[in-house]
């Protein structure tokens, strides 16, 4: 006998209404390996064809929201990664998370009824008709007309996968919520009897349900006959199924009735596909399974094994060809630039109201056995950084503790800065004191490179602390997709940003150095980067392991080069942004913006050489020249403006050290 469970390692659940999701994801985590198996909730957006893809976001938003009542319903130790995908059809969706995951199950719920009374799972789900199915009382009943033909056995979006699914499928019909006490498999024998028996026996040691194998004979069967079977069953059982099982051979002369006979004492009907009917197109699992389910009045499951081509005339698998390559053609097209930007865009554009439940992402957070870092770097901020500590403390530590870590890393502020974040209960280090065998360069991606040193949580978020309205979503709206989505790596704020001229709040103003040279830069040469909206926003976060791995520029172009450099090694897919809403800062003068805008240039030609192995430029300076004039002198002034760039952390061995020594995060309060 083989072990029954755990039975899938990787299964997909679309999900169409989170409302009736709660038995389809109890179905299909008892089919997961609870160490390594992991469960994945998917939203479909479709976007009409007239529309471009990044026109879904909001609603990509709004189905994140609705994911995350699935993510309530695992059971303990269940690992549910919701997942988003936005398309112009769902079924393209489902197939292309399918092969991306590697998924070995996809379970889809099963919705209303189709024509000739054939179920039909659903996405999105039918269910309009059951309140118009039942006459008013005292109402003659009107025979009703023959339905017309349909198109679809189940639903187009379905057929379409159970075509060409690249893993097996199950199709659940929920008739009650459980707890199943009787399990009854009927089975013939093949692989879809196989994968039903084993995907019944997973259920039933999750629920403690007894387990029945039904082997049917035709009526009549002689002795031997009869002796042969219950032999072959009790020997098929004994491989595929737990102890206790039990075997139960009948006669009957009609298949169909005798198997819902045996379901009406059964709480769980599972079944494989039948041979599909010859001649009819539409049938994809057999006509048999799908008469039972719409018959049975317990919950039904049907399985089916990964097709297999077989006896096909020559004019169907030439069919099948030029649909493939239309698929293919389809893929291709959207793997140009414009259109990956243009669904990343709507697929990984989150807003801060998203992750507003901050017990949620606690409860996130220790389920994934992950610890937080917040960094704010500080550079005579004595006005502001007082009132950003104590928010940060008492948010984001003492009244939920989603930060283990704050850290105040300061770039030798000759004002009350050190003294003032000390006093409101943050952990302060001046970088120059960090590492001091590798020395110390002035400015803000200096600070945040050794900040990576001086902090030890898997997630590392930092925020700007020239913030006069400063809230906690500036942490927790880029902590959050980090700790809800493992496929993200580094996430990005964004904001509006008005600017104070003459002490007037102007609203739009601010953001020029983005609007007049990042963003033309990024477009021009880092497409894929063009759908950020603010590249130069300093609240940011990323995992340890991509931080480290990467440089750090050391002054103005550490954003840009934080973007350009994790593009590179993790992709787009792996990279997000999110709206914080509104931030108001100190704006520089028109000097100070030049000043930044030539270092984030030379950075973008840095880049550039290094992406195609070649001098582009004869001569990249790194001294700026700035003309002065008084009512008797003209004169420039040469400022030596040279980003310098640190190496990946991973590669300094004092960080390699700290980094296999391990320890605990350092008390955020001070106090452990």
């Not at 059971?75 to 998370?97: K, S």
């Amino acid at each position: 006998m083989i072990e029954p469970t755990p039975l899938r390692m990787r299964v997909l659940l679309p999900v169409a209404n989170p409302a009736t999701a709660e038995e389809l994801v109890r179905v299909a985590a008892s089919l997961l390996d609870p160490k390594a198996g992991t469960l994945t909730a998917l939203g479909i957006v479709e976007v009409p064809e007239e529309m471009p893809l990044s026109e879904g976001a909001a609603r990509a938003r709004q189905a994140r929201r609705l994911l995350q009542r699935v993510l309530e319903y695992g059971p303990p130790g269940t690992r549910i990664e919701p997942i988003v995908r936005i398309g112009r059809r769902a079924a393209d969706g489902i197939l292309e998370v399918a092969r991306e995951e590697g998924s070995d199950l996809v379970v889809f719920g099963w919705a209303g009824t189709g024509g000739h009374g054939m179920p039909r799972p659903g996405i999105p789900a039918a269910g309009a008709d059951t309140a118009a199915a039942a006459p008013a009382p005292g109402r003659r009943q009107r025979k009703k007309p023959a339905p017309p033909p349909v198109e679809h056995v189940y639903s187009p979006t379905i057929d379409a996968v159970l075509r060409d699914a690249p893993c097996d499928i199950a199709v659940v019909k929920q008739r009650g919520t459980g707890p199943w006490r009787r399990v009854l498999v009927p089975v013939r024998g093949g692989p879809h009897a196989e994968l039903a028996v084993r995907f019944a026996a997973a259920i039933a040691e999750r629920d403690g349900a007894t387990l029945t194998v039904l082997h049917l004979l035709p009526s009549g069967a002689s002795a031997a006959v009869r002796a042969q079977a219950e032999k072959a069953l009790v020997a098929f059982v004994r491989r595929f199924a737990p102890e206790g099982a039990e075997s139960v051979v009948r006669e009957t002369s009609n298949v169909r009735s005798a198997i819902l006979r045996e379901a009406a004492s059964a709480d769980l009907l599972v079944m494989g596909a039948s041979a599909v009917d010859a001649g009819n197109e539409l049938s994809l699992v057999g006509s048999l399974p799908e008469e039972v389910a719409e018959r049975a009045s317990c919950s039904v499951v049907v399985v089916r094994t990964r097709e297999r081509i077989g006896r096909q005339t020559f004019e169907q698998l030439a069919a099948r060809a030029d649909t493939l390559a239309a698929v293919e053609r389809a893929a291709e097209a959207s793997r140009s630039v414009p259109a990956r930007v243009d669904r990343w865009f709507g697929e990984s554009n989150f807003h801060h109201g998203e992750y507003d439940d901050l017990e949620r992402l606690v409860a996130l957070k220790e389920r994934r056995g992950l610890t937080v870092s917040l960094v704010l770097p500080a550079l005579n901020e004595a006005e502001t950084i007082g009132p950003i500590v104590a928010r940060a403390r008492r948010d984001l530590i003492e009244r939920v503790p989603l930060v283990d870590e704050l850290l105040v890393i300061d770039s030798a502020s000759t004002d009350d800065t050190v003294r003032i974040a000390r006093d409101a209960g943050a952990r302060v280090i001046l970088h120059p004191d960090v590492l001091p065998r590798y020395g110390s360069y002035r400015g803000k991606g200096e600070a945040l490179w050794k900040s990576l040193y001086e902090t030890r949580g898997d997630i590392v978020a930092w925020c700007d602390t020239d913030v006069r309205d400063w809230s906690a979503r500036m942490a927790y709206g880029t902590i959050g997709p980090l700790l809800e989505e493992e496929r993200l790596q580094y996430v990005k704020g964004y904001y509006q940003r008005p600017i104070v001229e003459g002490g007037i709040l102007r609203e739009g103003g601010g953001g020029r150095v983005t609007e007049l040279v990042a963003r033309p830069l990024v477009n021009l040469f880092f497409p894929e980067l063009s759908g950020f909206i603010q590249p130069l926003a300093g609240e940011y976060a990323g995992r340890r392991t991509l931080l480290e791995s990467i440089p750090f520029f050391t002054g103005y172009a550490v954003e840009i080069g934080h973007l350009v450099d994790a593009l590179e090694r993790v992709g787009l897919a792996g990279l997000g942004q999110v709206d914080l809403d509104r931030r108001v800062h100190r704006n520089q003068d028109l000097e100070g913006l030049s000043r930044m805008s030539f270092v984030i240039l030379q950075a973008v030609m840095r880049r550039l050489e290094e992406r195609h192995r070649a001098r582009l430029f004869a001569e990249l300076g790194s001294t700026m020249k700035l003309p002065r004039s008084d009512d008797d002198r003209l004169s420039l002034e040469v400022i030596e403006l040279a980003d310098h760039e640190r190496p990946p952390m991973i590669r300094i061995p004092e960080y390699l050290e700290r980094r296999q020594a391990g320890g605990a995060v350092p008390d955020p309060l001070g106090i452990g």
